[in-house]
């Protein structure tokens, strides 16, 4: 383990060598006034090189002056097709429409032959009936003789029975109707549905409730716009699903037993995708509509500018990069491919101080402005603030240092697991170690980078340009060492100039019997990261006492302790293992 260890801080010594030279390089490039070239020299150097590749006889191939031509992303050089993409409304039926029958019971359901309607009468006549609805629409009233009431609606029943009564006996008579029951209906669901075939439900029950019952559209051939209701060979509606998804409106027709809800085929279609909410194929009534059309349909994230418009026209392919205004009222056909892109940058960015400061925690600056001018403008308690170890915590960092992380967790499984066995004994080392790896990577991965920048060393401060969320952090002077890891008693001590990082974890007990003693590693309050025997202490410091990995297989050792580092790096934490 001696001479393992000893190779790897040698690898953090190359490693740490080369941070170093990325920061005196970030320095350099930050603080020289004119950039890499001046303006003057830029421009030179820029028109020569387009000369040379565009001699005076050859027009450019492009206008780059008049805004329309977006920057080129390799992911979308072919056109996306329709046909890869779930259809709008993919969802729908899996909200459980078919989970309640309805009862029918509502004011505009129209009444049909096989209903029950009960009738009660007192004053000069009485009457407490059950009635049904005969087959040629009538109800029987005792005394009275027959009254229709097919086809008027629920609301309109008790006037009707009243009427009737009262044309016979006129005075002191009090009349009350109930539609006590509906008769279910059988729907025949068929065409581009999952399981076609014959489902009950009542009259008064929606299209979706049938269609659920099916299983639902056909995803890859069927049409959520041309939802098709036939009552023999007559066609008495037409459902547009994208009305419901969108509106919530649905045509409500009153279904008789017989009718047929029959699912066309779907008709053309376009690919919208990139800066919308979900990525869907749209299926068009008729060949074409508007980009106003295509902006309704779509939900777009905030921020979209311009829109790409891909397709074919009998003329040829097309290719058109269009601000967001003038796309409204550019046509959209089918197969076409509509790429929404929030393309304008904003020139403001919001940056924030943590730390030892005065005034505001939040500032909004200029995109190009840099770190030196942003602490020359914030305030700090005079003699109680070290500025020399400013740092920042950065978004794009911190991604970075999560996609390394995963990536060697990902390399460590794909090393040690998978191993074939050649004898038992063998086997339960293997089986033990892959314990230990999965356990390790199951913690590992659950750590969040903080993304910090170290941006200051040796009292100098690299003036590099800040970016939108930045978090720039201006550390308070402190007396104090923390200790944490593997030591017997994690505390915070006071610092003593002269007392080195194993003085310090003496007089905190010593090192616990899991620590790797070669692994101490001394946080810097400027975020630098450094082996113990590297660096001297300083006021403020953090000292972290890193695990060893409790295995015997030495490379194993070696992966577990290198990515031990790189987790206590990102996170300022010893991962107990």
Same mark, same amino acid.
């Given at each position: ?102 009862? #029918? ?146 045509? =409500? ?164 697991? #998978? ?12 089986? =033990? ?64 100039? #002269? ?14 019997? =899991? ?63």
């Amino acid at each position: 383990m001696k001479r393992l260890s000893v190779i790897f801080r040698a690898m953090c010594l190359v490693a740490v060598a080369c941070l170093n030279a990325n920061f005196a390089h970030a320095q350099d490039i930050g603080l020289s006034s004119g950039g890499l070239l001046g303006s003057d020299q830029q421009a030179q150097a820029m028109t020569s090189q387009s000369d040379e590749a565009n001699p005076s006889d050859t027009p450019p191939r492009a206008d780059w002056d008049s805004g329309t031509y977006g920057p080129v992303d390799p992911r979308a050089q072919a056109m996306v097709d329709p046909d890869t993409l779930p259809p709008f409304g993919e969802n729908l039926f899996t909200g459980g429409f078919r989970g309640m029958m309805a009862d #029918g019971l509502n004011p505009e359901y129209l009444i049909k032959p096989g209903d029950q309607i009960t009738i009660r009468v007192w004053g000069g006549v009485e009457i407490d009936r059950v009635l049904a609805v005969d087959a040629q629409g009538n109800i029987f009233l005792p005394r009275i003789g027959p009254l229709q009431v097919q086809g008027i609606s629920n609301a309109q029943l008790n006037s009707r029975v009243r009427g009737a009564i009262q044309s016979v006996y006129p005075e002191n008579v009090s009349v009350y109707t109930n539609l006590q029951g509906v008769q279910p209906v059988g729907v025949f669901v068929t065409g581009y549905v999952m399981n076609p075939g014959r489902y009950s439900g009542t009259p008064n029950d929606s299209v979706l409730y049938f269609l659920d019952q099916a299983g639902g559209i056909d995803q890859a051939l069927g049409s959520y716009r041309q939802v098709v209701i036939k009552r023999g060979n007559q066609v008495i509606n037409v459902v547009d699903l994208y009305h419901f998804l969108i509106d919530g409106d649905i045509a =409500r027709p009153q279904f008789r037993d017989g009718d047929t809800i029959v699912v066309e085929e779907r008709g053309p279609a376009i690919s919208v995708v990139g800066d919308v909410q979900k990525n869907y194929r749209y299926e068009l009534v008729g060949e074409a509509l508007t980009g106003q059309d295509v902006i309704n349909l779509a939900r777009l994230k905030s921020g979209v500018s311009h829109v790409l418009l891909r397709g074919s026209r009998p003329s040829g392919p097309i290719s058109r990069y269009l601000p967001l205004a003038e796309f409204r009222g550019a046509e959209v056909r089918r197969g076409d491919e509509v790429l929404f892109s929030a393309d304008q940058r904003d020139e403001t960015i919001v940056v924030q101080v943590e730390g030892s400061y005065y005034g505001p925690s939040r500032y909004a600056l200029p995109r190009d402005a840099r770190l030196g001018e942003f602490l020359n403008a914030v305030s700090v308690p005079q003699g109680m603030t070290s500025y020399q170890d400013v740092s920042i915590r950065r978004i794009s960092v911190a991604e970075q240092q999560a996609s390394s992380l995963k990536d060697s967790l990902r390399r460590l499984e794909t090393t040690y697991l #998978g191993y074939p066995a050649r004898t038992a004994k063998e086997g339960e080392i293997q089986v =033990r170690q892959a314990e230990l790896i999965e356990r390790f990577v199951q913690k590992a991965s659950q750590v969040k980078p903080t993304g910090r920048l170290v941006v200051a060393r040796d009292g100098n401060v690299a003036d590099i340009r800040l970016q939108d969320g930045d978090i720039v952090t201006i550390p308070e002077n402190t007396d104090s060492i923390l200790l944490s890891g593997e030591v017997i008693i994690p505390q915070a001590m006071v610092y003593t100039q #002269g007392m080195s990082a194993l003085d310090y974890i003496q007089q905190a007990g010593g090192f616990t019997p =899991r620590a790797d003693e070669d692994q101490v590693l001394v946080v810097h309050r400027n975020g630098a990261v450094l082996h113990a025997d590297q660096t001297r202490m300083r006021a403020g410091d953090e000292i972290i006492v890193l695990p060893a990995a409790p295995t015997s297989n030495i490379e194993l050792a070696s992966a577990i302790t290198q990515i031990l580092f790189q987790v206590a790096v990102a996170t300022r934490v010893a991962l107990d293992l």
